[in-house]
């Protein structure tokens, strides 16, 4: 792997934001090169953490003074000019890099860049590459979104030239990769914080499939009706999958008692082998088309690709089952977008159950208010569905929209919702509520995973 780009080597690089999934991702696989690391956040985490035991210094905080000794600087989209971090940095003549930009230079040191991109499903179907490659020992280097038992975290420094990334389409990041296979999951409206339509984000994917080289692959679901014209205008490659059309496709689906698909995989219209996975959801047969796709664009046996499929059994956060509390099951999803939410509920419908009690908290106000629409459709599986107070992660609060809001709209279309404003309350709420088979589904991207650790540990 080259760090050509890192001009003083005895320096420290110093990540602004160092406990966000990618960038401790980053931070570990320099400090697993002998890196001296150092990273501010605002909150102390097991990612700080690990990171520290590793040999990182973490400061808790954005202050100038944590700026000494640093010869780079690596911050995320998320960071705003005006950090103190950045403004020291700037005084001192420190180079900077963007989280995308630094993340694009690692892969250039690899000649199997694999890089995962979609509105939906990076997370999972980078994990199941990470199976798939590992099982077939092709030693890859793994940043993914999630934490991965597998890998034992959510990155893994393999010596090999195989590197498998997530590739977020978020401000347009992804357009500073180097992929040699190029994969678009799904293409949905998101992030119109920062996106002005669909078509704008349709059109960054398109950006996304040119950036890939005339030898490289780009794999593609093709039943999504804004794929065809990003297929026109690439100038590669092309592998298409889905249900019902496509290069790579999936027939004689069946599901068990929890919800898990089996099916056969053809190949140009031919039967070439047959998968059971063991991640609930028609969403994850897609997925796996999509992995697959990718193992046979790197020439990986079948054996390995069944293999590795049958041995995901899920990441963290992604339809994660927490536990069992007198007879309750809970699980957690980051479900967070609309197509998401309908998806882990039509999941859920496939698991055993009396009823699906979910509790929703809505992440950031701009996707809330862009989606309000969409939001007020998308929970028609739950049987009783509770609404957290909104999320606001780097956002705040321009008074435009509530989760009282969403929840009034819902209670209009007679949806059974409820809205309440503490976990404490919600957890209350449940206990008074829940009976043997019910099953109780937290969802969102904050940190509502830990209303269904309190119903347990209670």
Known sequence: MSFDFIKNKN??????????????????????KG??????DMNESSMTNKLSAMGAEIYI???????????????????????????RALELNIPIMNRADFLGQLMKGHKYNVAISGTHGKTTTTSMVSHITIKANLDPTILVGGELDIIHGNVRTGKSEYFITEACEYKASFLRFFPYIGVILNIDADHLDYYKDIEDIQNTFIKFAQIIPKDGYLIAYCEDERMAKVLSQANCNIVTYGLNHGDIRAENITFDEKGCPSFDVLKNNKKVFSVKLNVPGKHNILNALASISIALVLNIKEEFIIEGLESFYGTHRRFEIKGVKNGITVVDDYAHHPTEIKATLNAAQNYPHNRIFCVFQPHTYTRTYALFNEFTKCFDDADKLILADIYAAREKDTGLISSDVLGDKLREKNIDCINLHSFEAIVNHLKGELKPGDLLLTLGAGD????????INE
């Open 448 to 455: 509502v995973y830990k209303v269904g650790e309190m119903f």
């Open 35 to 40: 890196y001296k690391v150092s990273g501010s």
């Open 61 to 87: 905080g954005h202050k100038g003074e944590n700026i000494n000794d640093v010869g780079l600087i690596v911050y995320t989209a998320a960071i705003p000019k005006d950090n103190p971090e950045l403004i």
């Open 11 to 32: 320096k420290k690089i110093h990540f602004i934001g160092i406990g966000g999934i990618s960038m401790s991702g980053l931070a570990e696989i320099l400090l697993e």
